[in-house]
C-alpha cells in the first residue's frame, strides 16, 4: 500500500474509532445495546477509493444521495474490491425517471417519500429483477417530514402509515424496512427526533417487520440514538468537509 493510501485508512480508522465511541456512549445514556445501532457510512462526494478503504476496514454499508453519482462509483468500488459484498443505500431525493438506475444498484432506498415514487420504484425492481440485474428484495424506509416543508423531502407525518401500506402492498418486490428522517435545520434535533420515534413505533403495531428507524447524522447522533434510532448516516464525521455545492 502506497504511503498516502496508508495516511487516508490510518485517518479513516481513527475517524471510524471515534464514532464507535460516541454510539457505545450514546447508548450507555439510553440504556441500549450498541449492537441495534448500525453506522451507515454517507460516502456521497467522496472517492471510490475511500469507500474501498472503509471496505478494508470491515464496513458492508455505503450511503449515496444521487443516482448519477453512485453509478459510477458503484462500478469503481466493484472493480477496486471485487470480493466485497457492500450493500449500497440511496438516502438522497429519488426523481422518478431515474428509479430504474436505483434499482440495479441499491439494497435500500432510505428517501421513500411519496406514492408515486412507491409506484415507480415497485415498476424497477420487477423490471430489474425480470432482467436479471438484482437478485433480492428492494428495502424501502418511508422517509418522514420532520419540519411540515414537504419541499424539502419527506412525507407529512399523518400520511406515512398510509404510505407504508402502500410499500407493503408492493411486496415481494420492495419491502417495508422501517422510517427515516432529517432533523430540520434550526430545530432542537430531539425535539424533532423525538416525534419521529413516535411515528416509527406507531408504524410497528400495523407493520411489525419495520424495524428500522434510520435517524442522525454527524451532528446530532445522540439525540437520534436517544430517540431509539438503529442507523446512523454519517458523511462528515468519518470522512471529513464536502465540498460547499453538495447538501
Ligand atoms: C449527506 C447526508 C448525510 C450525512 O450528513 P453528515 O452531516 O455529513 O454526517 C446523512 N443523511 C442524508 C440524507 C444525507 O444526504
Known amino acids: 500500500m502506497i504511503g498516502l493510501e496508508q495516511n487516508r485508512r490510518d485517518e479513516l480508522a481513527a475517524a471510524l474509532a471515534g464514532l464507535r465511541d460516541r454510539i457505545t456512549t450514546a447508548c450507555a445514556t439510553a440504556g441500549r445495546d450498541p449492537a441495534q445501532v448500525r453506522l451507515l ?23 449515496e444521495a444521487r443516482d448519477g453519482e453512485a453509478v459510477a462509483k458503484v ?52 423490471s430489474a429483477t425480470e432482467a436479471g440485474q438484482r437478485q433480492d428484495t428492494l428495502g424501502i424506509l ?57 411515528a416509527a413505533q406507531r408504524l410497528r403495531r400495523s407493520h411489525p417487520g419495520a424495524v428500522e428507524l434510520s435517524a442522525g447524522m454527524s451532528g446530532d447522533l445522540e439525540q437520534a440514538v436517544a430517540h431509539g434510532s438503529t442507523c446512523v448516516r454519517v458523511g462528515t464525521a468519518l470522512l471529513g468537509d464536502r465540498p460547499l455545492t453538495s447538501r
Open 41 to 63: 457510512p454517507v460516502t456521497k462526494t467522496f472517492p471510490a477509493r475511500d469507500v474501498a478503504l472503509l471496505v478494508d476496514l470491515g464496513l458492508v454499508d455505503a450511503a
Open 75 to 126: 462500478a469503481e468500488v466493484t472493480a477496486l474490491r471485487p470480493a466485497a459484498a457492500l450493500r449500497w443505500h440511496m438516502v438522497g431525493r429519488v426523481q422518478r425517471n431515474k428509479c430504474p438506475s436505483v434499482a440495479r444498484w441499491a439494497a435500500q432506498v432510505q428517501s421513500v417519500d411519496s406514492a408515486r415514487l412507491v409506484e415507480a420504484l415497485h415498476r424497477a425492481a420487477r
Open 142 to 198: 418511508v422517509q418522514a417530514s420532520l419540519d411540515g416543508d414537504p419541499a424539502r423531502g419527506g412525507c407529512p407525518l399523518a400520511e406515512l402509515e398510509a404510505l407504508a401500506d402502500r410499500v407493503a402492498a408492493a411486496s415481494p418486490q420492495l419491502r417495508l424496512d422501517g422510517v427515516m428522517g432529517v432533523a430540520p435545520l434550526g430545530i432542537d434535533p430531539g425535539a424533532a427526533f423525538a416525534k419521529l420515534g413516535v
